[in-house]
């Protein structure tokens, strides 16, 4: 089990849907992540929050809002998806930006969008 | 090792050997370097740490090895064991950066 929970697990969604992915966190950090996983690639960033304020946006596309309502929650508001958005999407933590300390992921929500 | 690349490396070991997994970097400011398992249907699980002002760390049945020279990072597992069949990512963070920048994985497969 990780110390960092993800919800739902899988997700599938319709291109007209609107739906939101949950992350929460019971560690005490203040950095919190969303990244996208492809099969068989490695994680990339797309949001960084720290101290519940958005960091870092990779320039990814609107149809995509992150939110974080408080320190140990995060959330991913999806709004008229792409099949090419289906994918592993990964919450993460760390204790604060930028130390150099590990992030903490969860299992992330296998999203497919049909 | 890992490489840039649309295919997996991937490395396949028998149960009870020694497997080394390598990751090649480019940044010489990179200062913090970590080791991440990931199981199938599962998130990147940390491993171990170092930082630049150290050339070995050793952990539970795991040694990472850092060689700044060439830009190497290494990670040993000792007596591998089923459960330690994943893939395997290294990352990297230079201290003015603000993200972790990810190698391209290797699959670790252990035949028994």
């Known amino acids: 089990d990780t110390e960092v929970t993800q919800t739902p697990k899988h997700l599938v969604m319709g291109m007209t849907n609107k739906k939101s992915l949950k992350c929460e966190q019971h560690m005490g950090h203040r950095a919190m992540y969303w990244y996208k996983q492809k099969a068989k690639k490695p994680p990339e960033l797309m949001f960084v929050?720290?101290?519940?304020?958005?960091?870092i946006n990779e320039s990814v596309p609107s149809r995509f809002s992150p939110e974080c309502p408080n320190s140990s929650l995060l959330n991913l508001h999806l709004h008229a998806l792409q099949p090419e958005d289906s994918a592993l999407y990964l919450c993460?933590?760390?204790?604060?930006?930028?130390?150099?300390?590990?992030?903490?992921f969860g299992n992330g929500t296998r999203l497919t969008v049909t | 090792g890992e490489s840039v690349g649309l295919h997996l490396p991937t490395l396949s070991v028998q149960e009870g050997d020694n497997s080394i997994i390598n990751c090649a970097y480019s940044?010489?400011?990179?200062?913090?370097f970590i080791w991440y398992k990931q199981e199938s249907g599962k998130g990147p699980q940390f491993i171990i740490d170092?930082?630049?002002?150290?050339d070995k760390r050793q952990g539970q049945r795991v040694t990472v090895l850092l060689n700044k020279t060439v830009k190497h990072l290494s990670l040993q597992i000792a007596a591998t064991q089923p459960g330690d069949s994943a893939v395997y990512f290294c990352?990297?963070?230079?201290?003015?950066?603000?993200?972790?920048?990810f190698g391209s994985g290797t699959q670790l497969t252990v035949l028994p």
């Open positions: 940044n010489s400011a990179s200062d913090y």
């Open positions: 993460a933590s760390s204790q604060v930006v930028f130390l150099n300390s590990p992030l903490h």
């Open positions: 929050y720290s101290y519940e304020k958005l960091s």
């Open positions: 170092i930082r630049s002002n150290m």
């Open positions: 990352a990297e963070k230079s201290g003015s950066a603000r993200q972790l920048t």
